[in-house]
């Protein structure tokens, strides 16, 4: 079984930074693009970033110039750095990746359990 695990979320003053981790763990081929979404009190989950395997990246309007995606392709291990943080930015965060289980298989679409972010004096 593939897994996706988040960490690093918390309560941070406005104006502060964050950084996000996923791993992955489990038996699989590849991953390829990975990504995070969240969801905030109220609002539909979105899309904020997400990065291919060759580590072109993809970010939402709301959060460019203040996040930043990254992954270690040996770790398997996807990042996200948060900074000049808004209440608005506060939301339960997801990381996300579409992986191949096997060579020739299509991808799967795979989440997080998610971590929740708060942004808050």
């Known amino acids: 079984q593939v897994h996706l695990v988040e960490s690093g979320g918390g309560l941070v003053q406005p104006g502060g930074s964050l950084r996000l981790f996923c791993a992955a763990s489990g038996s699989f081929f590849s991953i390829n693009t990975m990504g995070w979404y969240r969801q905030g009190p109220g609002k539909v989950r979105e899309s904020v970033a997400d990065i291919t395997s060759s580590g072109v990246t993809n970010y939402a309007d709301s959060v460019k110039g203040r996040f930043t995606i990254s992954r270690d392709n040996a770790k398997n291990t996807v990042y996200l750095e948060m900074k000049s943080l808004k209440p608005e930015d506060t939301a339960v965060y997801y990381c996300?990746?579409?992986?191949?289980?096997?060579?020739?298989?299509?991808?799967?679409?795979?989440w997080g359990k998610g971590t929740l972010v708060t942004v808050s004096s």
């Open positions: 996300d990746a579409f992986i191949k289980i096997w060579r020739f298989q299509p991808s799967t679409h795979y």
